[in-house]
């Protein structure tokens, strides 16, 4: 059984040109060998195929392709990749401690982890691991390239093995890893080996720690551990424990002024009240604890008071220098009761799924400086005092936002940007790259007739053979989306498909739907918005709160859940996080079906019955 090579952790990351930085994701490490058989083996030796069985499906899916290589054998890293510089460390927990058939192979289809590769050890039969790092990383990226395997890590591809790429710029890595709330890199020296079972010293983690401002409640005898909490609506919150970072003269010390200021004890446990105050770094909240706390130095200036839980929450997600955010606290909505820091924190966490859809788009806001309890207003040029880092593009006398990147969408966030309007089409394309039918029911009320007909162009969609997806509006609709390949079809194209579908609907229940523009003669029909999709319109986009009450959300939903059972009240910015990560993204092949789409069969019977 080969053990994997390890790096040993640092507080510094060195420099220099002898040393190159990787991603290091958080998940379980892993052996890949291919010979006769495909074998996957943790660290541990472990057999991990049969937990994630959508690594072997999708390498046999490519047995031809790797077949010129074999026998080969990759270093590895198995993760639920969250976005391109973090896995999710808790999701891929849960699916290693799964053992039935059914759950591993649901959760294989609708979650897939993913395969991060950063070493190659063997080619056709050739252990290279006495090869520099620079030499095998050399073959490792020619052979991604030849195999036509994403050379850098993409939650929205499906191509579940990826290359984690090797970058000689670590102010420029660390930033991302800063944004996207990554556990840290690993430095490596260019004539490093592979050393089998050995931590190195060639090898250097550096891990993206938080801090947090918490006060001592316990010392635990038997081991050690000094119990860490804050305050949570004036009562005492655990949130973990510390043992390692300590210089021993200040783990004696802390000992010692726990046992001078007690105020019970047992077998178990010495007890002090809030007094004590430390700084602590870790790496992330795991079920509510600390996961990897060291100490970092005692905060004699602190009161345990201004150790709260709303701080401790504020401080979870590093953020980079030139990003500022302003009045955390400042409410947004008042039922679901959502904050300024609470809203930013969801743009984070979305952005993996959200800023494919915005990228290369001509971006209008709509900003509520006061949240729900004030006045919005639409903003398309780029304020005057936007950061440099912002992106963004004319068109027809107007300077727009590019939202290309998670600074930006966090800046935005801090302006109080809620709903987020992109055209159907990129910038500098000539057409659109998908069709969108706009389903608007005069009230929440009448909901149910954007069930119905969403139904119905499903229905027709699959006789036509088209691939499509649906989301709410995250106000009272839905919207149907179909991918379309980018400079292929013009908006008069479009045209012709959009009014079939809506005169389709008509005829088949006209006292549902309408496409009657005038309100006043709608009735209480559906309003079905074919002309909406032109050139220079736009459509809320995917994941994009609304500014509406109920802190709505544009939410993608999977076709299975469009039936009398979907309440639009149930997409919130409170639930949209959780669904993600328990369900995954329902637009996951959205950009991967533009290719693959066949509308030209259709458009050309529309055309010839014109």
């Known amino acids: 059984m080969l053990k994997p090579m390890l790096p040993t952790l640092a507080f510094d990351t060195p420099r220099g040109d002898e040393w190159r930085y990787e991603i290091k994701f958080d998940g379980f490490r892993a052996l890949l060998t291919w010979d006769d058989e495909i074998e996957l083996t943790s660290r541990n030796g472990k057999p991990l195929l049969p937990i994630f069985p959508e690594i072997n499906e999708f390498l046999l899916s490519y047995k031809e392709d790797f077949k010129p290589y074999l026998p080969l054998s990759f270093d590895a890293e198995l993760v639920f990749l969250e976005n391109p510089y973090k896995a999710h460390f808790g999701a891929i927990q849960v699916?290693?401690?799964?053992?039935?058939?059914?759950?591993?192979?649901?959760?294989?289809?609708?979650?897939?982890?993913?395969?991060?590769?950063?070493?190659?050890?063997?080619?056709?039969?050739?252990?290279?691991?006495?090869?520099?790092?620079?030499?095998?990383?050399?073959?490792?990226?020619?052979?991604?390239?030849?195999?036509?395997?994403?050379?850098?890590?993409?939650?929205?591809?499906?191509?579940?093995?990826?290359?984690?790429?090797?970058?000689?710029?670590?102010?420029?890595?660390?930033?991302?890893?800063?944004?996207?709330?990554?556990?840290?890199?690993?430095?490596?020296?260019?004539?490093?080996?592979?050393?089998?079972?050995?931590?190195?010293?060639?090898?250097?983690?550096?891990?993206?720690?938080?801090?947090?401002?918490?006060?001592?409640?316990?010392?635990?005898?038997?081991?050690?551990?000094?119990?860490?909490?804050?305050?949570?609506?004036?009562?005492?919150?655990?949130?973990?424990?510390?043992?390692?970072?300590?210089?021993?003269?200040?783990?004696?010390?802390?000992?010692?002024?726990?046992?001078?200021?007690?105020?019970?004890?047992?077998?178990?446990?010495?007890?002090?009240?809030?007094?004590?105050?430390?700084?602590?770094?870790?790496?992330?909240?795991?079920?509510?604890?600390?996961?990897?706390?060291?100490?970092?130095?005692?905060?004699?200036?602190?009161?345990?008071?201004?150790?709260?839980?709303?701080?401790?929450?504020?401080?979870?997600?590093?953020?980079?220098?030139?990003?500022?955010?302003?009045?955390?606290?400042?409410?947004?909505?008042?039922?679901?009761?959502?904050?300024?820091?609470?809203?930013?924190?969801?743009?984070?966490?979305?952005?993996?799924?959200?800023?494919?859809?915005?990228?290369?788009?001509?971006?209008?806001?709509?900003?509520?400086?006061?949240?729900?309890?004030?006045?919005?207003?639409?903003?398309?040029?780029?304020?005057?005092?936007?950061?440099?880092?912002?992106?963004?593009?004319?068109?027809?006398?107007?300077?727009?936002?590019?939202?290309?990147?998670?600074?930006?969408?966090?800046?935005?966030?801090?302006?109080i940007a809620i709903e987020f309007h992109i055209p159907f089409q990129t910038n500098g394309s000539k057409g659109p790259d998908e069709i969108v039918f706009d389903l608007d029911p005069p009230s929440r009320e009448y909901f149910h007739l954007a069930i119905k007909a969403a139904v119905y162009i499903k229905e027709v969609l699959d006789e036509l053979k088209l691939i499509s997806f649906i989301k709410t509006s995250g106000n009272k609709g839905l919207q149907v989306y179909i991918p379309l390949p980018a400079d292929t079809y013009t908006y008069d194209d479009t045209r012709l498909f959009t009014s079939f579908i809506a005169n389709y609907l008509v005829s088949k229940d006209p006292d549902s739907f309408t496409i009657e523009r005038m309100k006043k003669n709608r009735g209480n029909r559906l309003y079905v918005d074919y002309v909406q999709h032109a050139e220079g319109k736009t459509i809320i986009s995917p994941y994009s709160a609304r500014g509406r009450a109920h802190a709505g959300v544009a939410a993608p939903l999977f076709w299975e859940e469009v039936n009398d059972e979907l309440k639009i009240e149930n997409f919130h910015l409170g639930t949209i996080i959780p669904r993600v990560q328990k369900l995954g993204c329902p637009f996951r092949d959205y950009f991967a079906v533009k290719d693959e789409q066949n509308f030209d069969p259709v458009l050309q019977v529309l055309k010839a019955k014109k």
């Open 95 to 415: 699916r290693g401690r799964m053992r039935s058939e059914e759950r591993i192979k649901i959760a294989a289809k609708t979650n897939p982890c993913r395969l991060m590769v950063f070493d190659l050890l063997m080619v056709m039969g050739e252990c290279i691991t006495d090869q520099s790092y620079k030499d095998r990383r050399k073959k490792l990226q020619s052979l991604f390239e030849n195999l036509n395997l994403p050379l850098t890590p993409d939650n929205g591809n499906p191509k579940l093995l990826q290359l984690i790429p090797s970058e000689s710029d670590l102010n420029r890595l660390w930033e991302r890893i800063v944004i996207f709330d990554g556990e840290g890199i690993v430095a490596k020296q260019n004539n490093s080996k592979w050393e089998e079972g050995k931590r190195t010293g060639t090898w250097i983690k550096a891990k993206n720690w938080k801090y947090v401002s918490c006060f001592v409640t316990a010392y635990e005898k038997s081991n050690g551990y000094f119990y860490l909490s804050v305050f949570k609506e004036s009562k005492i919150h655990q949130i973990g424990l510390v043992i390692f970072g300590f210089k021993p003269e200040e783990k004696n010390a802390l000992h010692q002024i726990i046992k001078q200021n007690k105020t019970d004890e047992d077998n178990q446990f010495i007890y002090v009240e809030p007094g004590i105050c430390l700084d602590v770094k870790y790496l992330e909240i795991y079920e509510g604890q600390l996961r990897e706390p060291h100490f970092h130095q005692f905060r004699f200036d602190l009161t345990p008071d201004a150790c709260t839980y709303d701080k401790f929450v504020f401080q979870q997600k590093n953020l980079p220098p030139d990003i500022e955010i302003t009045h955390p606290d400042k409410p947004l909505w008042e039922e679901p009761s959502i904050r300024k820091v609470d809203y930013i924190h969801y743009l984070r966490e979305i952005s993996p799924y959200m800023l494919p859809f915005l990228k290369d788009r001509l971006l209008t806001v709509i900003r509520y400086p006061h949240g729900m309890f004030g006045e919005a207003f639409y903003q398309k040029n780029v304020p005057d005092y936007a950061p440099e880092f912002v992106e963004t593009a004319k068109s027809e006398g107007i300077e727009y936002i590019v939202c290309d990147n998670m600074k930006t969408l966090l800046w935005l966030g801090n302006q």
